[in-house]
């Protein structure tokens, strides 16, 4: 996982300014994040491993999975991984309830480990509005890179955007 960590630099965000209030938990006691760690698998794309956010409300009685890991790959594998080499590739934020999420894992045979994020209140307010933002049609694709804004390093910005620059 590492090797797609730049921890020299980290990206700055654009402000969130645009998401919908009323999708806000009132009371962020019941709302839980968890760092989600996906080992290797087999594929070209799978050889760095995966990174992903869970969110639980128990409140809302939501359980959704967060991940920036999504891509197309209808012109084959061959064509894939050509433009994955020359850093030509549009990937996307997609969400999941973790049954489903982690029974693809599972059927890949690839290990997942999953750690309790502990944030206050207000850096969960903070994490929460950056993924209502990420969920709006025009925020979700992203143009991936390698090092600098993959599906780790999406998780680590975000993380220290709610942290005000503490992971930085």
């Known amino acids: ?8 630099r980290l990206s700055a965000l654009e402000a969130v300014t645009d998401y919908d209030e009323s999708l806000l938990p009132s009371d962020y ?13 087999n594929r070209v794309w799978d050889n760095f491993g995966h990174t992903a956010l869970r969110v639980v409300d128990e409140n809302a009685n939501t359980d959704t999975v967060y991940n920036w890991g999504l891509f197309d790959t209808s012109g084959g594998v061959v064509q894939f991984s050509f433009n994955f080499f020359k850093g030509i590739m549009n990937y996307q934020l997609g969400i999941n309830s973790p049954q489903a999420e982690f029974a693809m894992y599972r059927q890949q045979r690839r290990t997942v480990w999953q750690d309790r994020i502990n944030l206050t209140d207000a850096q969960k307010d903070i994490l929460y509005k950056r993924l209502l933002w990420n969920l709006q049609p025009e925020n979700i694709v992203y143009p991936y890179d390698y090092f600098d804004d993959n599906c ?17």
């Open 1 to 8: 996982m590492l090797a797609l960590c730049s921890w020299g």
């Open 29 to 41: 006691s019941g709302v839980h994040f968890y760092l989600i760690t996906v080992d290797v698998g």
């Open 152 to 168: 780790t390093t999406r998780v680590r910005d975000y993380l220290d955007e709610a942290l005000s620059g503490q992971i930085r």
